[in-house]
Protein backbone atom coordinates (compact mmCIF):
# COMPACT_ATOMS: atom_id res chain seq x y z
CA UNK A 1 0.00 0.00 0.00
CA UNK A 2 1.51 3.38 -1.27
CA UNK A 3 1.46 6.12 1.15
CA UNK A 4 2.54 9.72 1.40
CA UNK A 5 2.30 11.24 4.96
CA UNK A 6 2.62 15.18 4.90
CA UNK A 7 3.98 16.74 8.38
CA UNK A 8 4.92 20.19 9.00
CA UNK A 9 1.85 22.16 8.18
CA UNK A 10 0.76 25.02 10.99
CA UNK A 11 -0.06 29.25 11.11
CA UNK A 12 2.39 31.41 11.32
CA UNK A 13 2.68 34.79 10.54
CA UNK A 14 3.63 37.05 7.24
CA UNK A 15 7.54 37.07 6.84
CA UNK A 16 7.65 33.70 8.88
CA UNK A 17 8.98 30.02 7.70
CA UNK A 18 7.41 26.47 7.69
CA UNK A 19 8.78 23.12 7.02
CA UNK A 20 6.92 20.56 5.20
CA UNK A 21 8.07 17.31 4.86
CA UNK A 22 6.44 14.18 3.15
CA UNK A 23 7.22 10.15 4.41
CA UNK A 24 6.49 8.10 1.23
CA UNK A 25 6.26 4.20 1.97
CA UNK A 26 5.17 0.94 -0.04
CA UNK A 27 6.83 2.31 -3.39
CA UNK A 28 10.43 2.58 -4.80
CA UNK A 29 11.42 6.19 -4.16
CA UNK A 30 14.08 6.32 -6.05
CA UNK A 31 12.33 5.77 -8.98
CA UNK A 32 9.48 8.49 -8.47
CA UNK A 33 9.62 12.28 -8.91
CA UNK A 34 8.28 14.22 -5.78
CA UNK A 35 6.45 17.36 -5.34
CA UNK A 36 4.23 19.71 -3.82
CA UNK A 37 0.66 21.41 -4.54
CA UNK A 38 -1.45 23.44 -3.21
CA UNK A 39 -4.93 24.22 -3.18
CA UNK A 40 -7.27 27.54 -1.54
CA UNK A 41 -10.49 27.89 -1.35
CA UNK A 42 -12.16 28.02 -4.13
CA UNK A 43 -9.16 27.55 -6.54
CA UNK A 44 -7.81 24.69 -8.66
CA UNK A 45 -4.80 22.52 -7.46
CA UNK A 46 -2.12 23.98 -8.43
CA UNK A 47 1.76 23.00 -8.06
CA UNK A 48 4.22 24.97 -5.88
CA UNK A 49 7.81 22.74 -6.81
CA UNK A 50 8.84 19.59 -8.09
CA UNK A 51 12.06 17.60 -8.11
CA UNK A 52 12.81 15.00 -10.79
CA UNK A 53 13.03 11.19 -10.27
CA UNK A 54 16.97 11.26 -10.52
CA UNK A 55 17.06 14.58 -7.80
CA UNK A 56 18.99 16.58 -10.34
CA UNK A 57 15.84 18.51 -11.79
CA UNK A 58 14.21 21.01 -9.83
CA UNK A 59 11.12 23.09 -10.94
CA UNK A 60 9.59 26.06 -9.19
CA UNK A 61 6.93 28.06 -10.15
CA UNK A 62 7.28 31.99 -10.59
CA UNK A 63 5.43 32.86 -7.18
CA UNK A 64 7.85 30.02 -5.31
CA UNK A 65 11.36 31.02 -6.73
CA UNK A 66 13.38 32.56 -4.51
CA UNK A 67 11.41 31.85 -1.75
CA UNK A 68 11.24 28.04 -1.42
CA UNK A 69 13.68 25.22 -1.74
CA UNK A 70 12.69 21.39 -2.60
CA UNK A 71 15.02 18.95 -1.50
CA UNK A 72 14.46 15.20 -1.25
CA UNK A 73 16.56 12.40 0.92
CA UNK A 74 16.18 8.30 -0.46
CA UNK A 75 17.93 7.07 2.31
CA UNK A 76 15.24 8.07 4.59
CA UNK A 77 12.43 7.61 1.66
CA UNK A 78 11.65 11.44 2.02
CA UNK A 79 11.46 14.72 0.51
CA UNK A 80 10.87 18.73 2.05
CA UNK A 81 9.32 22.02 1.27
CA UNK A 82 11.40 24.75 2.85
CA UNK A 83 9.30 28.03 2.86
CA UNK A 84 10.37 31.22 3.56
CA UNK A 85 9.09 34.80 3.53
CA UNK A 86 5.64 33.38 3.37
CA UNK A 87 2.76 35.48 2.87
CA UNK A 88 -1.21 35.45 3.49
CA UNK A 89 -1.80 34.42 -0.31
CA UNK A 90 0.45 31.22 0.54
CA UNK A 91 -2.41 29.99 2.62
CA UNK A 92 -4.01 26.55 1.31
CA UNK A 93 -3.66 23.07 1.52
CA UNK A 94 -0.79 21.74 0.49
CA UNK A 95 -0.47 18.27 -0.72
CA UNK A 96 2.55 15.82 -1.30
CA UNK A 97 2.52 14.04 -4.82
CA UNK A 98 4.70 11.66 -6.42
CA UNK A 99 5.15 10.39 -10.03
CA UNK A 100 6.74 7.68 -11.91
CA UNK A 101 10.12 8.08 -13.58
CA UNK A 102 8.92 11.93 -14.12
CA UNK A 103 10.99 15.06 -15.18
CA UNK A 104 10.32 18.03 -12.23
CA UNK A 105 8.24 19.36 -14.81
CA UNK A 106 5.48 17.04 -13.67
CA UNK A 107 4.61 20.03 -11.10
CA UNK A 108 2.03 21.60 -14.27
CA UNK A 109 0.34 18.34 -14.65
CA UNK A 110 -1.62 17.41 -11.59
CA UNK A 111 -4.40 15.31 -13.00
CA UNK A 112 -1.47 12.91 -13.98
CA UNK A 113 0.20 12.55 -10.73
CA UNK A 114 0.42 8.81 -9.62
CA UNK A 115 -0.20 9.18 -5.72
CA UNK A 116 -1.07 11.87 -3.40
CA UNK A 117 -0.49 12.81 0.26
CA UNK A 118 -3.65 13.70 2.10
CA UNK A 119 -2.56 17.61 2.77
CA UNK A 120 -1.16 19.98 5.44
CA UNK A 121 -3.02 23.16 6.07
CA UNK A 122 -0.95 26.29 5.94
CA UNK A 123 -2.01 29.20 7.39
CA UNK A 124 -0.49 32.37 7.02
CA UNK A 125 -1.53 35.71 8.48
CA UNK A 126 -0.63 39.39 8.00
Known amino acids: QVQLVESGGGSVQAGGSLRLSCTVSGLTFGNYAMGWFRQAPGKEREGVSC????????YYRDFAKGRFTISRHNAGNTHDLQMNSLNPEDTAIYYC???????????????????WGQGTQVTVSS
Open 51 to 58: ISWGGADT
Open 97 to 115: AAKRFARADFCLAPTAVDF
